[in-house]
């Protein structure tokens, strides 16, 4: 498991392009600000609160949704440097 805690300026973002992450499963909570959160089939708003779990391998990308800064905490399972798959 590798758990990220991100501190993302206004205006960060995972690029334009969806991407697939070699994982299983990655989940991102948003502590606090907004996070824009960009899959192949549309696009979800996540708020202060609120929890994504999504497949790594699916093609994905996401943005700051607030104007101001975004915390989140992102885990990834397993972990990308793990070498397990």
């Given at each position: 498991?590798q758990?990220?805690?991100?501190?993302l300026d206004?205006?960060?973002?995972?690029?334009?392009?969806p991407?697939?992450?070699?994982?299983?499963?990655e989940?991102?909570?948003?502590?606090?600000?907004?996070?824009?959160?960009?899959l192949?089939?549309?696009?979800?708003?996540?708020?202060?609160?609120?929890?994504?779990?999504?497949?790594?391998?699916?093609?994905?990308s996401?943005?700051?949704?607030?104007?101001?800064?975004?915390?989140?905490?992102?885990?990834?399972?397993?972990?990308?440097?793990?070498?397990?798959l």
């Amino acid at each position: 498991m590798q758990v990220l805690r991100l501190f993302l300026d206004r205006g960060a973002s995972g690029g334009d392009e969806p991407y697939p992450i070699n994982c299983d499963v990655e989940t991102v909570r948003v502590l606090s600000g907004a996070l824009r959160v960009r899959l192949v089939g549309g696009t979800v708003e996540l708020a202060t609160g609120d929890t994504m779990t999504l497949a790594g391998r699916e093609p994905h990308s996401w943005e700051n949704g607030a104007h101001t800064g975004t915390e989140i905490m992102w885990t990834i399972v397993p972990a990308t440097w793990s070498g397990s798959l």
